[in-house]
Structures are given as C-alpha cells and as structure tokens.
C-alpha cells in the first residue's frame, strides 16, 4: 500500500485516479481549494484536504504532503488568465516538487501534455501560450529534480470510458486523443511501475494494454 498525495483532487482525472487507487487498497489524500468538493472527492475513497496550493508557500506545501510516499499534480489554472496560469501550473506546481523533496515524498506524477515542452513551438498570440510556457517551465523543473519523476504526456482528453489501452510515444496528429478514464488508469499504472521512473510518457487512446505499452 502507498501513500499518494492527488494535487487539484477534484478534476475529472483526479476524480477517476482517486477511486482507482483507493479501490486497490491505497491510501489517497486528494488536495483541494474548496470546502464545497468535500463530499465528491470522499465519494472516491480518498481523504479530502483543504489546501490552497496558490497561496501555500513550500514549506506550508511540505506539511500538507508530509507522511506520503507519492504526490501526483493533477491541478490547473483552468485557462483565461495568464498571470493565473503562471501562477498555478507553473509557480505552484515547482513548489509543490520541492515540497515534496523536502517532505520526504520522493514519488512524483506529472500530468501534462503531448508535445509539452521548451520547444513545444506554440505562437505567443495563441490563447494556449501561457499554459504551454508554465507546463515547459515546470516539466524542465521536475526533470533536474532528486524526485523519482515520471511525466505524462496524454493527447486531446475526452470523456469517454476507458479502454485499458493505449499507444504510447510517436508523433501527436490533429485527431489523437485520449479518455480522462485511461489518463487515470495510466497514472495508476506508472505509480505502481518503477521502470516508468524518470521518464516522459506520451500517448493516445490505442490498442496496446497499458501495462504492455509502458514497457
């Protein structure tokens, strides 16, 4: 059984990974800013903890994370304001690794996006600019840390349910895309999988069992 910490708890990946792990017998604290979302994530079996990791500093971070084996960030400014943007997926996630260090969490699952990166080759007029810059910032982030870090790199998101399989790696097209579902099951899957340990995975919904395409 691990300790996992879910940073941004009640987004619709959270949500999934939440259930999955704590129905595996998993010890789950999902993190979030709002004492309305209480009930929705206790509903997944986790222990829901209010926390505003905008305003925390590291070291108000490291207490909330104390005593876990894994943190995953899974939170988001959402989009609309970039100075929100910076704020959240870039500033706090990069507190949120160092809190982790310092708070003995050495695990630490990154969700991103496929094509996330320094060269991730967005134009500074698009509205997704901010957001790719704050992902670029914090993945380079986590990647010179001590953590044992994996980052997950999933296409356009959906909502539809969960196959169990993916394709991994390869180039994004215009139509790839991926279900929240596997997102979750993939997260789960990396937690419990060493070999995924500092590396970066990218993928789509496919046909390959998710074990199988970690590999």
Not at 5 to 26: F, M, N, P, Q, V
Not at 36 to 45: E, I, K, L, P
Request: aromatic content about 4%.
């Amino acid at each position: 059984m691990a300790r996992v910490a879910i940073i941004g708890g009640h987004g619709k990946i959270a949500l999934r990974l939440a259930k999955t792990l704590s129905e595996r017998g998993d010890d789950v604290t999902s993190i979030i800013r709002n004492e309305a979302q209480v009930d929705d994530v206790a509903a997944t079996g986790a222990t829901p903890v209010v926390a505003d990791v905008e305003d925390l500093d590291a070291a108000g971070l490291a207490s909330v994370l104390a005593g876990h084996d894994a943190v995953v960030w899974s939170a988001g400014a959402g989009g609309g304001d970039p100075d929100r943007t910076f704020a959240v997926d870039r500033d706090a996630a990069i507190r949120s690794m160092d809190a982790a260090a310092t708070a003995g969490a050495k695990r630490y699952v990154m969700v991103s996006y496929f094509g996330a990166g320094p060269d991730h080759g967005v134009p500074e007029d698009n509205s997704f600019y901010p957001y790719a810059e704050a992902k670029a910032a914090a993945d380079t982030h986590l990647r010179a840390s001590e953590l044992d870090w994996t980052i997950l790199g999933p296409s356009r998101l959906t909502d539809e349910p969960g196959s169990g399989r993916i394709t991994a790696g390869g180039n994004r097209a215009a139509s790839s895309e991926v279900s929240r579902d596997n997102v979750a099951l993939v997260a789960a899957a990396v937690l419990a999988d060493p070999t995924t340990v500092e590396r970066t995975i990218e993928f789509d919904d496919g046909d390959t069992p998710i074990p199988d395409a970690l590999t």
